[in-house]
Protein backbone atom coordinates (compact mmCIF):
# COMPACT_ATOMS: atom_id res chain seq x y z
CA UNK A 1 0.00 0.00 0.00
CA UNK A 2 1.56 3.54 -1.14
CA UNK A 3 2.39 5.99 2.11
CA UNK A 4 0.87 9.51 1.58
CA UNK A 5 3.52 12.05 1.03
CA UNK A 6 4.78 13.91 3.40
CA UNK A 7 4.03 18.35 3.47
CA UNK A 8 7.05 19.72 1.76
CA UNK A 9 9.71 21.40 3.71
CA UNK A 10 9.97 24.45 1.05
CA UNK A 11 7.56 27.33 -0.40
CA UNK A 12 6.52 27.74 -4.02
CA UNK A 13 9.37 30.16 -4.96
CA UNK A 14 11.74 27.71 -3.68
CA UNK A 15 10.15 24.94 -5.56
CA UNK A 16 9.83 26.83 -9.18
CA UNK A 17 13.54 27.65 -8.46
CA UNK A 18 14.75 24.50 -8.44
CA UNK A 19 12.16 23.12 -11.12
CA UNK A 20 13.36 26.22 -13.18
CA UNK A 21 17.01 24.43 -13.34
CA UNK A 22 15.52 21.76 -15.66
CA UNK A 23 15.64 22.38 -19.20
CA UNK A 24 12.78 22.48 -21.47
CA UNK A 25 11.62 22.67 -25.46
CA UNK A 26 8.89 25.69 -25.94
CA UNK A 27 6.07 24.98 -27.80
CA UNK A 28 2.60 26.92 -29.11
CA UNK A 29 -0.64 25.21 -28.91
CA UNK A 30 -3.42 26.25 -31.66
CA UNK A 31 -6.66 25.51 -31.54
CA UNK A 32 -9.91 26.77 -33.17
CA UNK A 33 -12.71 28.46 -31.39
CA UNK A 34 -16.69 27.57 -31.87
CA UNK A 35 -16.94 30.54 -34.13
CA UNK A 36 -13.99 30.09 -36.36
CA UNK A 37 -11.62 32.34 -34.63
CA UNK A 38 -7.87 30.58 -33.96
CA UNK A 39 -6.84 30.25 -30.43
CA UNK A 40 -3.01 29.41 -29.25
CA UNK A 41 -0.81 29.55 -26.29
CA UNK A 42 2.49 29.29 -25.54
CA UNK A 43 3.23 26.10 -22.91
CA UNK A 44 6.54 24.32 -21.92
CA UNK A 45 5.04 21.32 -20.26
CA UNK A 46 4.91 19.34 -23.29
CA UNK A 47 6.18 15.26 -23.30
CA UNK A 48 5.58 11.89 -25.01
CA UNK A 49 3.68 9.31 -23.22
CA UNK A 50 3.39 6.86 -25.85
CA UNK A 51 4.62 5.28 -29.09
CA UNK A 52 2.14 2.85 -29.56
CA UNK A 53 -0.68 4.51 -30.10
CA UNK A 54 1.28 7.50 -30.52
CA UNK A 55 0.48 10.34 -27.33
CA UNK A 56 1.63 13.05 -26.16
CA UNK A 57 0.73 15.10 -23.03
CA UNK A 58 1.25 18.91 -21.76
CA UNK A 59 -0.83 20.67 -18.88
CA UNK A 60 -2.11 23.87 -18.47
CA UNK A 61 -3.21 25.78 -15.14
CA UNK A 62 -6.95 25.63 -13.81
CA UNK A 63 -6.55 29.50 -13.90
CA UNK A 64 -5.60 30.07 -17.15
CA UNK A 65 -7.71 31.99 -19.36
CA UNK A 66 -7.46 29.08 -22.06
CA UNK A 67 -8.92 26.38 -20.17
CA UNK A 68 -12.28 26.62 -21.20
CA UNK A 69 -11.24 26.97 -24.49
CA UNK A 70 -8.95 23.68 -24.33
CA UNK A 71 -11.46 21.59 -22.00
CA UNK A 72 -14.20 21.67 -25.43
CA UNK A 73 -12.00 21.48 -28.11
CA UNK A 74 -11.49 18.21 -29.61
CA UNK A 75 -8.25 18.82 -31.56
CA UNK A 76 -5.23 21.22 -31.17
CA UNK A 77 -2.19 21.53 -32.92
CA UNK A 78 1.26 21.21 -30.44
CA UNK A 79 3.83 23.52 -32.51
CA UNK A 80 7.40 22.65 -31.21
CA UNK A 81 9.80 26.32 -31.78
CA UNK A 82 13.18 26.74 -32.93
CA UNK A 83 15.64 28.53 -31.58
CA UNK A 84 14.81 31.48 -34.05
CA UNK A 85 11.06 32.17 -32.65
CA UNK A 86 11.32 33.49 -29.25
CA UNK A 87 9.37 36.19 -30.41
CA UNK A 88 6.58 33.65 -31.07
CA UNK A 89 6.63 32.46 -27.88
CA UNK A 90 6.63 36.02 -26.29
CA UNK A 91 3.38 36.61 -28.90
CA UNK A 92 1.42 33.71 -27.85
CA UNK A 93 2.49 34.22 -24.17
CA UNK A 94 0.96 38.04 -24.44
CA UNK A 95 -2.71 38.84 -23.21
CA UNK A 96 -3.57 40.79 -26.51
CA UNK A 97 -6.77 40.75 -28.95
CA UNK A 98 -5.71 38.50 -31.84
CA UNK A 99 -2.16 36.65 -31.00
CA UNK A 100 -2.39 35.11 -34.68
CA UNK A 101 -1.91 38.94 -35.54
CA UNK A 102 1.31 38.54 -38.04
CA UNK A 103 1.61 35.24 -37.39
CA UNK A 104 2.22 33.15 -40.72
CA UNK A 105 0.55 29.85 -40.68
CA UNK A 106 -0.72 27.04 -43.18
CA UNK A 107 -3.66 25.04 -41.97
CA UNK A 108 -4.20 21.06 -41.02
CA UNK A 109 -6.35 18.78 -42.80
CA UNK A 110 -8.77 19.46 -40.35
CA UNK A 111 -8.58 23.43 -40.28
CA UNK A 112 -6.01 23.90 -37.31
CA UNK A 113 -3.27 26.51 -37.75
CA UNK A 114 0.01 25.09 -38.05
CA UNK A 115 2.71 27.84 -37.04
CA UNK A 116 5.17 28.29 -40.39
CA UNK A 117 9.18 27.57 -39.14
CA UNK A 118 7.94 25.17 -36.53
CA UNK A 119 10.66 22.62 -35.85
CA UNK A 120 8.12 19.67 -35.59
CA UNK A 121 4.01 20.06 -35.12
CA UNK A 122 1.72 17.33 -33.52
CA UNK A 123 -2.02 17.66 -34.74
CA UNK A 124 -3.61 15.91 -31.48
CA UNK A 125 -7.09 14.56 -30.60
CA UNK A 126 -7.92 15.48 -27.15
CA UNK A 127 -7.94 11.89 -25.86
CA UNK A 128 -8.10 12.80 -21.76
CA UNK A 129 -7.66 15.13 -19.47
CA UNK A 130 -6.48 14.77 -15.59
CA UNK A 131 -7.02 17.61 -13.10
CA UNK A 132 -3.83 17.42 -10.68
CA UNK A 133 -2.82 19.95 -8.40
CA UNK A 134 -2.87 23.27 -9.82
CA UNK A 135 -3.26 21.98 -13.49
CA UNK A 136 -5.01 19.75 -15.70
CA UNK A 137 -2.67 17.01 -17.91
CA UNK A 138 -4.05 17.00 -21.60
CA UNK A 139 -3.31 13.73 -23.32
CA UNK A 140 -3.41 14.11 -26.86
CA UNK A 141 -3.33 11.26 -29.28
CA UNK A 142 -1.39 12.45 -32.48
CA UNK A 143 -3.11 12.00 -35.85
CA UNK A 144 -0.27 13.73 -37.92
CA UNK A 145 3.19 15.33 -37.38
CA UNK A 146 5.90 16.26 -39.44
CA UNK A 147 9.04 17.84 -38.17
CA UNK A 148 12.58 19.44 -39.71
CA UNK A 149 15.92 18.95 -37.90
CA UNK A 150 16.12 22.42 -36.22
CA UNK A 151 18.32 24.22 -33.05
CA UNK A 152 15.37 24.11 -30.45
CA UNK A 153 13.80 27.08 -29.01
CA UNK A 154 14.61 26.36 -24.81
CA UNK A 155 13.08 27.80 -21.56
CA UNK A 156 15.68 27.55 -18.42
CA UNK A 157 16.03 29.38 -15.41
CA UNK A 158 12.54 31.72 -16.34
CA UNK A 159 14.13 32.54 -19.61
CA UNK A 160 13.97 31.87 -23.49
CA UNK A 161 17.31 30.99 -24.96
CA UNK A 162 18.61 29.83 -28.31
CA UNK A 163 20.17 26.90 -28.36
CA UNK A 164 22.47 26.92 -31.16
CA UNK A 165 22.15 28.12 -34.66
CA UNK A 166 20.29 26.68 -37.12
Request: hydrophobic fraction near 40%; include cysteine.
Amino acid sequence: MNKPASPPDFDVPHFKGALSQFATGVTVITTVLPDGRFWGITASSFNSVSLNPPLVLWSLSNAAKSMPVFSVNSHYVINVLTASQSALAAQFSRTVKDRFDGVAYTLSEKGLPILDGAAAWFECSNRSRYPEGDHVIFVGEVEQCQFTPSAPLIFHGGQLLASGTE
